[in-house]
């Protein structure tokens, strides 16, 4: 898998070194010490804030956002601390402190906001993204079609069983869509080897134009194999005959198991269901608008060659350049009752870990 690399944290600038006092020619004699921390420990210290005149009501907030406590604390299935005794806001702020505390779990993202709403009134509600982690989840096509047609390793047909189901169910672009990203970035470097061959060397272009070639092909010949969903509706009689010999076919049974059980259990579901909004101006699609869905999920020509590269080169530049990213994204409104907690992300969750785990295995497959 490729990840994209973290913004850089900004360097503090250069202080000057303090110097040492001389010393003072005896030493500070003795002294009983005191219970300096007992006595701090008695104390409890409230955040430091400034109301300004735009601060809401307390007659506005207070009393909707304790009901709206109740009901989060009854989804989430926790216990906050009492804040009535404290003076607004500050029974706001610690509360939101204690419950954003309590509602970490492991990968996911869940934020809790107090917000006006359009028509005047406040709104208490929790938003929940799935941390992709920067990751590039980019599914190389070009070693699943030789493993298909050279090789004829007996789990080829397990994983391409897999990518049947992501792209007809689950919805992952291919690279030879006209709109998808990834098919941008391949013309673009195909246009740059034509601009460029009188100055390059040959070899090297001989090289890059084979590379895109072979995408190319492989591209439109998996196309055909991705969209027939005889694969995936005969995947279980697949699985019940396949009889692994080693410990790599036994991870791509266990996955094609797992995409199996993925479906049954969610027939209708696919990667669009509970996505962020994203600018939809077009102007913006490739310069300083959000990272959308199909820019870092999608199937790819290979992962593995200095196309590749220069495709990961031109990708980072661009990223860059984004204000962010279309995540996954859930958001719960407590003003009224939601009853017990529900896993609306499970199964976007899921997918990312079944295309982690297939981007894994196809390399091997050669």
């Given at each position: 898998?490729?990840?994209?690399?973290?913004?850089?944290?900004?360097?503090?600038?250069?202080?000057?070194?303090?110097?040492?006092?001389?010393?003072?020619?005896?030493?500070?004699?003795?002294?009983?010490?005191?219970?300096?921390?007992?006595?701090?420990?008695?104390?409890?210290?409230?955040?430091?804030?400034?109301?300004?005149s735009?601060l809401?009501?307390?007659?506005?907030?207070?009393?909707?956002?304790?009901?709206?406590?109740?009901?989060?604390?009854?989804?989430?299935?926790?216990?906050?601390?009492?804040v009535?005794?404290?003076?607004?806001?500050?029974?706001?702020?610690?509360?939101?402190?204690?419950?954003?505390?309590?509602?970490?779990?492991?990968?996911?993202?869940?934020?809790?906001?107090?917000?006006?709403?359009?028509?005047?009134?406040?709104?208490?509600?929790?938003?929940?993204?799935?941390?992709?982690?920067?990751?590039?989840?980019?599914?190389?096509?070009?070693?699943?079609?030789?493993?298909?047609?050279?090789?004829?390793?007996?789990?080829?047909?397990?994983l391409?069983?897999?990518?049947?189901?992501?792209?007809?169910?689950?919805?992952?672009?291919?690279?030879?869509?006209?709109?998808?990203?990834?098919?941008?970035?391949?013309?673009?470097?195909?246009?740059?080897?034509?601009?460029?061959?009188?100055?390059?060397?040959?070899?090297?272009?001989?090289?890059?134009?084979?590379?895109?070639?072979?995408?190319?092909?492989?591209?439109?010949?998996?196309?055909?194999?991705?969209?027939?969903?005889?694969?995936?509706?005969q995947?279980?009689?697949?699985?019940?005959?396949?009889?692994?010999?080693?410990?790599?076919?036994?991870?791509?049974?266990?996955?094609?198991?797992?995409?199996?059980?993925?479906?049954?259990?969610?027939?209708?579901?696919?990667l669009?269901?509970?996505?962020?909004?994203?600018?939809?101006?077009?102007?913006?699609?490739?310069?300083?608008?959000k990272?959308?869905?199909?820019?870092?999920?999608?199937?790819?020509?290979?992962?593995?060659?200095?196309?590749?590269?220069?495709?990961?080169?031109?990708?980072?530049?661009?990223?860059?350049?984004?204000?962010?990213?279309?995540?996954?994204?859930?958001?719960?409104?407590?003003?009224?009752?939601?009853?017990?907690?529900?896993?609306v992300?499970?199964?976007?969750?899921?997918?990312?870990?079944?295309?982690?785990?297939?981007?894994?295995?196809?390399?091997?497959?050669?």
């Amino acid at each position: 898998m490729q990840t994209l690399p973290a913004t850089q944290t900004i360097r503090k600038r250069p202080r000057p070194l303090t110097r040492c006092k001389g010393s003072q020619g005896k030493q500070t004699p003795p002294g009983t010490a005191g219970f300096i921390a007992d006595g701090f420990l008695k104390h409890r210290f409230l955040p430091m804030y400034e109301t300004t005149s735009e601060l809401p009501a307390k007659g506005k907030v207070e009393p909707v956002y304790l009901k709206a406590v109740k009901n989060l604390t009854a989804y989430y299935n926790i216990d906050v601390i009492n804040v009535r005794d404290y003076p607004y806001p500050y029974n706001i702020l610690l509360s939101n402190w204690d419950i954003s505390r309590q509602i970490k779990t492991k990968g996911r993202y869940r934020e809790i906001r107090t917000v006006d709403t359009d028509a005047n009134n406040i709104e208490v509600a929790v938003t929940e993204t799935v941390n992709t982690g920067n990751t590039l989840f980019y599914i190389p096509l070009v070693p699943l079609f030789k493993a298909l047609h050279v090789g004829g390793n007996p789990c080829a047909p397990l994983l391409l069983s897999v990518c049947v189901y992501l792209y007809t169910k689950a919805g992952v672009c291919h690279y030879k869509d006209d709109e998808s990203y990834i098919c941008y970035l391949y013309e673009i470097i195909g246009n740059w080897i034509e601009d460029d061959r009188d100055s390059m060397d040959k070899d090297d272009y001989t090289q890059q134009r084979a590379i895109l070639d072979e995408v190319s092909f492989v591209g439109d010949q998996m196309k055909a194999f991705l969209g027939d969903e005889t694969y995936l509706v005969q995947l279980q009689s697949i699985l019940q005959k396949f009889e692994p010999s080693n410990q790599f076919g036994r991870d791509c049974l266990k996955l094609a198991k797992e995409t199996l059980a993925l479906w049954m259990e969610f027939p209708t579901a696919n990667l669009y269901q509970h996505l962020a909004s994203a600018e939809d101006d077009e102007d913006d699609y490739y310069s300083d608008g959000k990272i959308k869905l199909t820019d870092y999920i999608s199937f790819i020509g290979e992962t593995s060659s200095c196309v590749y590269d220069t495709m990961m080169t031109m990708l980072n530049d661009d990223f860059n350049e984004r204000s962010g990213v279309q995540d996954f994204e859930n958001i719960i409104v407590f003003n009224k009752s939601q009853g017990k907690y529900k896993d609306v992300l499970a199964y976007e969750e899921r997918v990312l870990a079944i295309i982690e785990d297939l981007c894994d295995l196809i390399p091997e497959l050669t």
